[in-house]
């Protein structure tokens, strides 16, 4: 198995512009999880799917983030426009969804995307 | 929400001693606890986890406890090797949403 697959690795780029960050879950899992990793904050997450929908978005930050989830297969997340304190990295994770109670499965990282706005 | 403490915040052991790192959580309907080990640079991986069911597991040098009544659990790690060394993050979990401690830094000395 490749394991959750993240893209670009690093990303600098200029205040303003538009940001966008790419994942590919496990094959076969069901929920996926964007977060982000700070000094300050730590991991933080940002937003859940379950079956590509979208179940918790509270921890997206602002309007500037939006998420989707168009198949099993990929995700989004995109910054528009980018602030210099949304430098960090953001990693996404994915899981089996355990049953109808929603029992807790382990989540699997990628290698995470290093994002710095200058 | 789910609040989650993790002590300490740094931790220095000399190679071969044990190293122990707690959390707390305050939801009582958390029922799953993973902790994951993350090498700089690096994704946070699992390392064990222990479900609500259960009090105490353990896997090699590396054990988890689980007090449900005072809500803390903590990871044991014994005959520590300096690749061991990393940051530890524990997490409560309810409803599929993980909610993690501020990391533990173990460094361990050769």
């Known amino acids: 198995d490749a394991g959750v697959i993240q893209s670009p690795r690093h990303e600098v780029t200029e205040m303003g512009q538009e940001v966008t960050l790419r994942c590919k879950p496990i094959s076969g899992h069901n929920s996926l999880f964007w977060y982000r990793q700070t000094m300050m904050r730590g991991l933080e997450l940002l937003i859940y799917f379950n079956n590509n929908v979208p179940i918790d978005d509270s921890g997206m930050p602002e309007d500037r983030f939006s998420a989707k989830m168009p198949n099993a297969s990929f995700s989004t997340l995109k910054i528009q426009p980018s602030e210099p304190r949304d430098s960090a990295v953001y990693f996404c994770?994915?899981?089996?969804?355990?049953?109808?109670?929603?029992?807790?499965?382990?989540?699997?990282f990628g290698d995470g995307t290093r994002l710095s706005i200058l | 929400g789910e609040n989650v403490e993790q002590h300490p915040s740094t931790l220095s052991v000399q190679e071969g001693d044990s190293a122990v790192i707690k959390c707390t959580y305050s939801?009582?309907?958390?029922?799953?606890f993973p902790w994951y080990k993350q090498e700089l640079g690096k994704r946070p991986q699992l390392i064990i986890d222990i479900r609500s069911n259960v009090g105490e597991k353990k896997d090699q040098r590396i054990a988890v406890t689980l007090n449900k009544t005072a809500k803390h659990f903590s990871l044991h790690i014994t005959e520590t090797q300096p690749e061991d060394s990393a940051v530890y993050f524990c997490a409560a979990s309810n409803f599929n949403k993980f909610y993690f401690g501020s990391g533990t830094k173990l460094n361990v000395k050769p």
């Open positions: 939801d009582s309907a958390s029922n799953y």
């Open positions: 994770a994915s899981s089996e969804r355990g049953g109808r109670d929603w029992s807790n499965q382990p989540q699997h």
